[in-house]
Protein backbone atom coordinates (compact mmCIF):
# COMPACT_ATOMS: atom_id res chain seq x y z
CA UNK A 1 0.00 0.00 0.00
CA UNK A 2 1.36 3.29 -0.55
CA UNK A 3 -0.43 6.97 0.32
CA UNK A 4 0.55 10.29 -0.89
CA UNK A 5 -0.75 12.82 1.14
CA UNK A 6 -1.13 16.81 1.11
CA UNK A 7 -2.33 18.63 4.04
CA UNK A 8 -3.75 22.33 4.08
CA UNK A 9 -0.76 24.28 6.00
CA UNK A 10 -3.41 25.40 8.57
CA UNK A 11 -3.50 21.92 9.44
CA UNK A 12 0.02 21.40 10.48
CA UNK A 13 0.60 24.87 12.20
CA UNK A 14 1.82 23.45 15.52
CA UNK A 15 0.92 24.37 18.85
CA UNK A 16 2.23 27.95 19.84
CA UNK A 17 3.28 27.04 23.07
CA UNK A 18 5.24 24.06 21.42
CA UNK A 19 6.98 26.77 19.03
CA UNK A 20 8.27 28.57 22.19
CA UNK A 21 9.40 26.14 23.74
CA UNK A 22 11.59 25.33 20.75
CA UNK A 23 12.45 28.92 20.87
CA UNK A 24 14.01 28.84 23.78
CA UNK A 25 11.04 30.46 25.93
CA UNK A 26 10.92 27.51 29.23
CA UNK A 27 6.99 26.44 29.47
CA UNK A 28 4.89 28.87 31.88
CA UNK A 29 6.91 31.42 30.91
CA UNK A 30 4.31 34.34 29.17
CA UNK A 31 6.67 35.54 26.25
CA UNK A 32 7.35 38.84 26.20
CA UNK A 33 4.86 41.37 23.21
CA UNK A 34 7.40 41.71 20.54
CA UNK A 35 8.24 37.65 21.05
CA UNK A 36 4.40 37.27 20.34
CA UNK A 37 4.08 39.37 17.73
CA UNK A 38 7.10 37.70 16.02
CA UNK A 39 5.19 34.37 17.00
CA UNK A 40 2.49 35.85 14.43
CA UNK A 41 4.14 37.32 11.64
CA UNK A 42 6.14 33.48 11.81
CA UNK A 43 2.62 32.20 11.29
CA UNK A 44 1.44 34.61 8.58
CA UNK A 45 4.65 33.31 6.74
CA UNK A 46 4.16 29.88 7.28
CA UNK A 47 0.31 29.77 6.39
CA UNK A 48 1.52 31.46 2.53
CA UNK A 49 4.31 29.57 2.03
CA UNK A 50 3.83 26.07 3.57
CA UNK A 51 3.12 23.34 0.87
CA UNK A 52 3.33 20.21 3.85
CA UNK A 53 3.20 16.89 1.61
CA UNK A 54 4.02 13.67 2.72
CA UNK A 55 4.30 9.66 1.27
CA UNK A 56 3.96 6.33 3.18
CA UNK A 57 5.24 3.42 0.97
CA UNK A 58 4.32 0.29 3.06
CA UNK A 59 7.10 -2.37 3.23
CA UNK A 60 7.39 -5.99 5.02
CA UNK A 61 9.49 -5.36 8.31
CA UNK A 62 11.80 -7.70 7.16
CA UNK A 63 12.53 -5.58 4.17
CA UNK A 64 12.39 -2.19 5.90
CA UNK A 65 14.87 -3.98 8.12
CA UNK A 66 17.28 -4.47 5.43
CA UNK A 67 16.96 -1.19 4.41
CA UNK A 68 17.51 0.14 7.49
CA UNK A 69 20.60 -1.83 7.95
CA UNK A 70 21.81 -0.68 4.51
CA UNK A 71 24.05 2.29 6.03
CA UNK A 72 26.84 0.14 7.51
CA UNK A 73 27.63 2.95 9.70
CA UNK A 74 24.94 2.35 12.52
CA UNK A 75 25.99 1.62 15.91
CA UNK A 76 26.20 -2.39 16.70
CA UNK A 77 22.90 -2.15 18.30
CA UNK A 78 19.90 0.73 17.52
CA UNK A 79 16.77 1.29 18.76
CA UNK A 80 14.89 0.43 15.08
CA UNK A 81 16.53 -2.79 15.70
CA UNK A 82 15.14 -3.80 18.95
CA UNK A 83 11.85 -2.55 17.80
CA UNK A 84 11.49 -3.67 14.03
CA UNK A 85 11.17 -7.48 14.83
CA UNK A 86 7.86 -6.52 17.32
CA UNK A 87 6.68 -4.67 14.49
CA UNK A 88 3.80 -5.88 13.37
CA UNK A 89 3.37 -3.50 9.85
CA UNK A 90 6.12 -1.25 8.43
CA UNK A 91 6.02 1.73 6.60
CA UNK A 92 8.70 4.02 5.22
CA UNK A 93 7.63 7.89 4.53
CA UNK A 94 8.82 10.95 3.48
CA UNK A 95 7.44 14.81 4.19
CA UNK A 96 8.14 17.70 3.55
CA UNK A 97 7.08 21.40 4.16
CA UNK A 98 8.04 22.71 0.43
CA UNK A 99 10.93 24.45 -0.86
CA UNK A 100 8.93 28.27 -0.60
CA UNK A 101 8.92 28.39 2.77
CA UNK A 102 12.64 26.80 3.67
CA UNK A 103 13.76 29.68 0.60
CA UNK A 104 11.78 32.36 2.83
CA UNK A 105 13.74 31.17 6.18
CA UNK A 106 16.89 31.35 4.65
CA UNK A 107 16.32 34.67 3.57
CA UNK A 108 15.39 36.29 6.16
CA UNK A 109 18.39 34.30 8.67
CA UNK A 110 21.27 35.67 5.99
CA UNK A 111 20.18 39.01 6.82
CA UNK A 112 16.79 40.01 6.16
CA UNK A 113 15.16 40.07 9.22
CA UNK A 114 17.06 37.41 11.64
CA UNK A 115 14.60 36.96 14.35
CA UNK A 116 11.44 36.23 12.01
CA UNK A 117 13.79 33.91 10.89
CA UNK A 118 14.96 32.56 13.73
CA UNK A 119 10.91 32.22 14.87
CA UNK A 120 9.91 30.86 11.55
CA UNK A 121 12.59 28.21 11.50
CA UNK A 122 11.37 27.05 14.98
CA UNK A 123 7.64 27.29 13.74
CA UNK A 124 8.72 24.83 10.60
CA UNK A 125 11.29 22.45 12.67
CA UNK A 126 7.92 21.58 14.88
CA UNK A 127 5.57 21.52 11.71
CA UNK A 128 7.91 19.48 9.89
CA UNK A 129 8.49 17.08 12.85
CA UNK A 130 4.54 16.64 13.04
CA UNK A 131 4.01 15.71 9.82
CA UNK A 132 6.12 11.58 10.42
CA UNK A 133 3.45 11.75 13.56
CA UNK A 134 0.24 12.52 10.88
CA UNK A 135 1.19 10.15 8.31
CA UNK A 136 1.59 7.57 11.06
CA UNK A 137 -1.77 8.49 11.99
CA UNK A 138 -3.40 8.42 8.51
CA UNK A 139 -1.62 5.19 7.84
CA UNK A 140 -2.93 3.72 11.23
CA UNK A 141 -6.56 4.68 10.49
CA UNK A 142 -5.92 2.52 7.19
CA UNK A 143 -4.31 -0.61 8.95
CA UNK A 144 -6.65 -1.12 11.78
CA UNK A 145 -8.94 -3.97 11.24
CA UNK A 146 -7.33 -4.60 8.10
CA UNK A 147 -4.38 -6.77 9.21
CA UNK A 148 -2.57 -8.13 12.00
CA UNK A 149 -3.62 -4.43 14.06
CA UNK A 150 -5.78 -4.12 16.83
CA UNK A 151 -7.11 -0.69 18.19
CA UNK A 152 -4.23 -1.13 20.79
CA UNK A 153 -1.99 -0.51 17.99
CA UNK A 154 0.49 2.71 17.66
CA UNK A 155 2.26 4.05 14.99
CA UNK A 156 5.53 6.07 15.99
CA UNK A 157 7.96 7.41 13.31
CA UNK A 158 11.66 6.53 14.17
CA UNK A 159 14.20 8.55 11.84
CA UNK A 160 18.30 8.66 10.59
CA UNK A 161 20.53 10.42 12.42
CA UNK A 162 18.82 9.59 15.93
CA UNK A 163 19.16 6.42 18.40
CA UNK A 164 22.01 4.84 16.67
CA UNK A 165 20.87 4.89 12.92
CA UNK A 166 23.08 6.75 11.54
CA UNK A 167 21.51 9.44 8.94
CA UNK A 168 23.20 7.80 5.99
CA UNK A 169 20.46 5.13 6.04
CA UNK A 170 18.48 8.06 4.55
CA UNK A 171 20.00 6.57 1.41
CA UNK A 172 19.13 3.59 1.21
CA UNK A 173 15.68 4.55 2.62
CA UNK A 174 15.34 6.75 -1.16
CA UNK A 175 16.04 4.07 -2.75
CA UNK A 176 13.88 1.95 -1.68
CA UNK A 177 11.01 5.01 -2.10
CA UNK A 178 9.98 6.42 -5.63
CA UNK A 179 12.40 9.01 -7.40
CA UNK A 180 12.60 12.16 -5.57
CA UNK A 181 9.69 11.44 -3.00
CA UNK A 182 7.20 14.37 -2.70
CA UNK A 183 9.88 16.89 -4.12
CA UNK A 184 12.96 15.93 -1.88
CA UNK A 185 16.23 15.40 -2.75
CA UNK A 186 19.11 14.06 -0.84
CA UNK A 187 22.42 16.00 -1.56
CA UNK A 188 26.29 13.93 -1.18
CA UNK A 189 25.87 13.95 2.82
CA UNK A 190 22.62 12.25 2.51
CA UNK A 191 20.92 15.25 3.80
CA UNK A 192 17.47 16.61 2.62
CA UNK A 193 16.58 19.45 0.62
CA UNK A 194 14.07 21.16 1.45
CA UNK A 195 15.73 21.89 4.60
CA UNK A 196 12.17 21.05 6.46
CA UNK A 197 11.72 17.28 5.74
CA UNK A 198 11.39 14.45 7.21
CA UNK A 199 12.02 10.66 6.77
CA UNK A 200 12.42 7.56 8.20
CA UNK A 201 10.50 4.57 8.97
CA UNK A 202 6.31 4.34 10.77
CA UNK A 203 6.23 1.02 13.13
CA UNK A 204 3.18 0.11 13.94
CA UNK A 205 3.04 -2.41 16.97
CA UNK A 206 1.79 -3.02 20.25
CA UNK A 207 2.52 -0.07 22.27
CA UNK A 208 5.24 -1.88 25.11
CA UNK A 209 7.13 -2.75 21.93
CA UNK A 210 7.87 1.40 21.56
CA UNK A 211 8.64 1.14 25.34
CA UNK A 212 12.71 0.77 26.05
CA UNK A 213 15.14 2.01 28.32
CA UNK A 214 17.65 4.33 27.40
CA UNK A 215 20.65 2.06 28.10
CA UNK A 216 22.04 1.86 24.75
CA UNK A 217 26.17 2.42 24.85
CA UNK A 218 25.35 6.07 22.67
CA UNK A 219 22.44 6.86 25.14
CA UNK A 220 25.70 7.82 27.39
CA UNK A 221 26.74 10.26 25.12
CA UNK A 222 22.94 11.67 24.54
CA UNK A 223 22.43 14.46 26.79
CA UNK A 224 18.24 14.99 25.59
CA UNK A 225 16.46 11.80 26.00
CA UNK A 226 14.32 13.18 24.20
CA UNK A 227 13.12 9.25 23.57
CA UNK A 228 11.32 9.30 26.66
CA UNK A 229 9.02 11.73 25.55
CA UNK A 230 7.75 9.37 22.42
CA UNK A 231 7.23 6.97 24.65
CA UNK A 232 4.43 8.78 25.74
CA UNK A 233 0.46 8.67 25.30
CA UNK A 234 0.12 10.66 22.16
CA UNK A 235 -1.37 13.35 23.20
CA UNK A 236 -4.89 14.78 21.55
CA UNK A 237 -3.23 18.30 20.70
CA UNK A 238 -4.32 19.18 17.84
CA UNK A 239 -2.00 17.36 15.86
CA UNK A 240 -4.40 14.55 14.93
CA UNK A 241 -5.18 15.30 10.90
CA UNK A 242 -8.91 17.30 10.33
CA UNK A 243 -9.09 15.61 7.05
CA UNK A 244 -8.54 18.88 5.46
CA UNK A 245 -5.97 17.86 3.44
CA UNK A 246 -6.23 15.68 -0.30
CA UNK A 247 -5.08 11.73 0.68
CA UNK A 248 -5.24 9.61 -1.81
CA UNK A 249 -4.28 5.47 -1.22
CA UNK A 250 -2.74 3.24 -3.94
CA UNK A 251 -3.75 -0.51 -2.50
CA UNK B 1 21.44 60.49 29.52
CA UNK B 2 24.51 60.64 27.41
CA UNK B 3 24.41 59.64 23.65
CA UNK B 4 25.94 56.37 24.44
CA UNK B 5 23.72 54.72 27.30
CA UNK B 6 20.87 55.90 25.12
CA UNK B 7 22.45 53.62 22.43
CA UNK B 8 23.16 50.76 25.16
CA UNK B 9 19.22 51.35 26.06
CA UNK B 10 17.92 51.00 22.66
CA UNK B 11 20.16 48.14 21.53
CA UNK B 12 18.62 46.24 24.60
CA UNK B 13 15.08 47.42 23.91
CA UNK B 14 15.96 46.00 20.29
CA UNK B 15 15.02 49.32 18.34
CA UNK B 16 16.66 48.86 15.20
CA UNK B 17 16.08 52.83 13.92
CA UNK B 18 16.29 54.10 16.97
CA UNK B 19 20.09 52.82 17.32
CA UNK B 20 20.76 53.63 13.49
CA UNK B 21 20.07 56.98 14.67
CA UNK B 22 21.78 57.55 17.87
CA UNK B 23 24.85 56.07 16.50
CA UNK B 24 24.89 58.33 13.32
CA UNK B 25 24.20 61.26 15.87
CA UNK B 26 27.57 60.22 18.23
CA UNK B 27 29.11 60.11 15.17
CA UNK B 28 28.47 63.46 13.89
CA UNK B 29 28.50 64.71 17.60
CA UNK B 30 32.72 63.79 17.24
CA UNK B 31 32.66 60.87 19.34
CA UNK B 32 35.30 58.26 18.25
CA UNK B 33 33.43 54.88 15.89
CA UNK B 34 35.84 52.75 18.71
CA UNK B 35 33.96 54.15 21.94
CA UNK B 36 30.20 54.12 20.29
CA UNK B 37 30.86 50.14 19.17
CA UNK B 38 32.03 49.68 23.29
CA UNK B 39 30.59 52.06 25.01
CA UNK B 40 27.17 51.77 23.20
CA UNK B 41 26.63 48.80 20.98
CA UNK B 42 28.78 46.42 23.03
CA UNK B 43 27.87 47.88 26.65
CA UNK B 44 24.05 47.13 25.47
CA UNK B 45 24.42 43.48 24.06
CA UNK B 46 26.86 42.73 27.00
CA UNK B 47 23.76 44.03 29.21
CA UNK B 48 21.40 41.67 27.05
CA UNK B 49 24.18 38.73 27.23
CA UNK B 50 23.60 39.09 31.03
CA UNK B 51 20.09 38.96 31.61
CA UNK B 52 19.89 35.86 29.38
CA UNK B 53 22.22 34.21 31.21
CA UNK B 54 19.95 34.90 34.27
CA UNK B 55 16.82 33.65 32.23
CA UNK B 56 15.03 37.10 32.38
CA UNK B 57 15.04 37.53 28.99
CA UNK B 58 15.08 35.06 25.80
CA UNK B 59 16.10 33.72 22.63
CA UNK B 60 13.67 35.46 20.64
CA UNK B 61 14.60 38.89 22.82
CA UNK B 62 18.49 38.67 22.35
CA UNK B 63 17.76 38.17 18.65
CA UNK B 64 15.98 41.35 18.51
CA UNK B 65 19.02 43.05 20.45
CA UNK B 66 21.36 41.83 18.13
CA UNK B 67 19.67 42.66 14.71
CA UNK B 68 19.45 46.71 16.90
CA UNK B 69 23.01 45.86 17.55
CA UNK B 70 23.68 45.24 13.86
CA UNK B 71 22.20 48.60 12.60
CA UNK B 72 24.23 50.24 14.56
CA UNK B 73 27.52 48.74 12.96
CA UNK B 74 26.53 49.02 9.44
CA UNK B 75 26.80 52.96 10.75
CA UNK B 76 29.76 52.71 12.08
CA UNK B 77 31.69 49.97 10.04
CA UNK B 78 32.87 52.26 7.65
CA UNK B 79 34.98 54.34 10.03
CA UNK B 80 35.91 51.16 12.44
CA UNK B 81 37.35 49.97 9.04
CA UNK B 82 39.26 52.63 8.35
CA UNK B 83 40.43 53.09 11.98
CA UNK B 84 41.57 49.16 12.40
CA UNK B 85 39.69 48.74 15.51
CA UNK B 86 40.94 45.42 16.86
CA UNK B 87 38.43 42.89 17.62
CA UNK B 88 38.22 40.11 20.92
CA UNK B 89 39.49 37.64 18.97
CA UNK B 90 38.64 35.81 15.85
CA UNK B 91 36.25 32.37 15.70
CA UNK B 92 35.50 29.61 13.33
CA UNK B 93 32.05 28.56 13.74
CA UNK B 94 30.16 25.41 11.72
CA UNK B 95 28.01 22.73 12.38
CA UNK B 96 29.74 19.34 11.85
CA UNK B 97 29.69 17.48 8.91
CA UNK B 98 26.25 15.71 8.07
CA UNK B 99 24.65 17.67 10.23
CA UNK B 100 22.29 20.85 9.05
CA UNK B 101 21.12 22.32 12.07
CA UNK B 102 22.50 25.63 12.82
CA UNK B 103 20.25 27.56 14.94
CA UNK B 104 22.29 27.18 18.02
CA UNK B 105 25.23 27.78 16.25
CA UNK B 106 23.93 30.91 14.98
CA UNK B 107 23.02 31.77 18.46
CA UNK B 108 26.64 31.53 19.37
CA UNK B 109 27.98 33.50 16.86
CA UNK B 110 25.75 36.19 17.43
CA UNK B 111 26.26 36.25 21.10
CA UNK B 112 30.39 36.40 20.01
CA UNK B 113 29.78 39.06 17.81
CA UNK B 114 28.05 41.03 20.34
CA UNK B 115 30.51 40.15 22.80
CA UNK B 116 33.12 41.87 20.28
CA UNK B 117 34.37 38.87 18.59
CA UNK B 118 34.88 38.75 14.72
CA UNK B 119 32.96 35.09 13.83
CA UNK B 120 33.66 33.33 10.89
CA UNK B 121 30.38 31.28 10.37
CA UNK B 122 31.17 28.52 7.81
CA UNK B 123 27.47 27.23 8.12
CA UNK B 124 26.37 23.45 8.14
CA UNK B 125 27.68 20.00 6.87
CA UNK B 126 31.17 21.22 7.44
CA UNK B 127 34.06 18.65 6.93
CA UNK B 128 36.64 18.57 9.56
CA UNK B 129 39.61 20.15 6.85
CA UNK B 130 37.14 22.98 6.03
CA UNK B 131 37.25 23.75 10.03
CA UNK B 132 40.76 23.82 10.03
CA UNK B 133 41.92 25.53 7.12
CA UNK B 134 39.16 28.48 7.55
CA UNK B 135 40.94 28.51 10.85
CA UNK B 136 44.61 28.77 9.71
CA UNK B 137 43.38 31.37 7.28
CA UNK B 138 42.25 33.43 8.96
CA UNK B 139 43.96 33.04 11.63
CA UNK B 140 41.28 32.01 14.02
CA UNK B 141 42.34 31.13 18.05
CA UNK B 142 38.96 29.37 18.22
CA UNK B 143 36.85 26.59 16.43
CA UNK B 144 33.43 26.28 17.53
CA UNK B 145 31.89 22.88 16.68
CA UNK B 146 28.03 22.18 16.75
CA UNK B 147 25.88 19.14 16.50
CA UNK B 148 22.42 18.14 16.93
CA UNK B 149 22.26 14.36 16.12
CA UNK B 150 24.00 11.78 18.33
CA UNK B 151 25.17 10.21 14.92
CA UNK B 152 27.17 12.98 13.98
CA UNK B 153 28.76 14.81 17.33
CA UNK B 154 30.76 11.66 16.99
CA UNK B 155 32.58 13.77 13.76
CA UNK B 156 33.73 16.28 16.34
CA UNK B 157 36.49 13.90 17.34
CA UNK B 158 37.41 14.38 13.57
CA UNK B 159 37.93 18.42 13.99
CA UNK B 160 40.05 17.88 17.61
CA UNK B 161 42.59 15.06 15.90
CA UNK B 162 43.27 17.18 12.97
CA UNK B 163 44.19 20.48 15.11
CA UNK B 164 46.75 18.00 16.84
CA UNK B 165 48.10 15.85 13.62
CA UNK B 166 48.70 19.69 12.37
CA UNK B 167 50.39 20.81 15.59
CA UNK B 168 48.31 23.65 16.08
CA UNK B 169 46.75 22.61 19.58
CA UNK B 170 48.78 25.54 21.04
CA UNK B 171 47.34 28.24 18.83
CA UNK B 172 43.73 27.14 17.87
CA UNK B 173 41.56 25.97 20.52
CA UNK B 174 37.96 23.82 19.97
CA UNK B 175 35.18 24.30 21.78
CA UNK B 176 31.89 22.22 21.38
CA UNK B 177 27.96 22.49 21.91
CA UNK B 178 25.27 20.79 20.64
CA UNK B 179 21.33 19.47 22.59
CA UNK B 180 22.52 16.22 22.90
CA UNK B 181 26.36 17.17 24.21
CA UNK B 182 27.53 16.31 27.33
CA UNK B 183 30.70 17.85 29.38
CA UNK B 184 32.12 14.17 29.49
CA UNK B 185 31.71 13.69 25.38
CA UNK B 186 33.68 16.92 25.61
CA UNK B 187 36.37 15.79 27.74
CA UNK B 188 36.45 11.77 25.75
CA UNK B 189 36.93 13.62 22.29
CA UNK B 190 39.71 16.24 23.79
CA UNK B 191 38.08 19.30 22.96
CA UNK B 192 39.31 22.19 24.66
CA UNK B 193 36.14 23.52 25.80
CA UNK B 194 32.40 22.76 26.08
CA UNK B 195 29.53 24.95 26.19
CA UNK B 196 26.22 23.70 27.98
CA UNK B 197 24.25 26.82 25.64
CA UNK B 198 24.94 29.48 23.63
CA UNK B 199 25.60 32.17 26.88
CA UNK B 200 27.58 29.86 28.39
CA UNK B 201 29.93 29.46 24.77
CA UNK B 202 30.61 33.53 25.22
CA UNK B 203 32.22 33.00 29.02
CA UNK B 204 34.32 29.66 27.23
CA UNK B 205 35.42 31.11 24.20
CA UNK B 206 36.98 34.60 26.22
CA UNK B 207 38.73 32.04 28.77
CA UNK B 208 40.27 30.17 25.50
CA UNK B 209 40.88 33.09 23.84
CA UNK B 210 42.94 34.07 27.02
CA UNK B 211 44.69 30.83 26.41
CA UNK B 212 45.04 30.75 22.87
Known sequence: MRGTVRFAAREVVPDPGVVLLRAGIPAGIEPSARTRRLLDAAERHFLALAEPRGIVAELPPAACAEAVRASGRDEPETVLGRVLPLAEATALFAATLGEPLCAQIRSLTAGEDLPLGFMLDALASEAADGLGWRLGALWRERLVGAGPTSAATRVLPYSPGYCGWHVRGQEALFRALPPDPVGIVLNASCLMSPLKSVSGVLVAAAPEAHRFQPDFPFCAACATHECRARMLPWPDDGRTPSGEGEVSWIS | MDLLTRIANEVRAGEPD?????????????VAPAEVLRGGLIAGM???????????IFLPDVLLAARAMQSGLEVLRPQLAAGGVPTAGRVVLGTVRGDLHDIGKNLVGILLGGAGFDVI?????????????????HGAAVIGISALLTTTMVGMREVVALVRERGLADRIKVIVG???????FAREIGADGYAYDAASAVGRVKQLVGAA
Do not use: K
Open chain 2, 46 to 56: TVVGDAFRLRE
Open chain 2, 178 to 184: GAPLTEA
Open chain 2, 18 to 30: AVRALAAEALAAG
Open chain 2, 121 to 137: DLGVDVPPERFVDSAVE
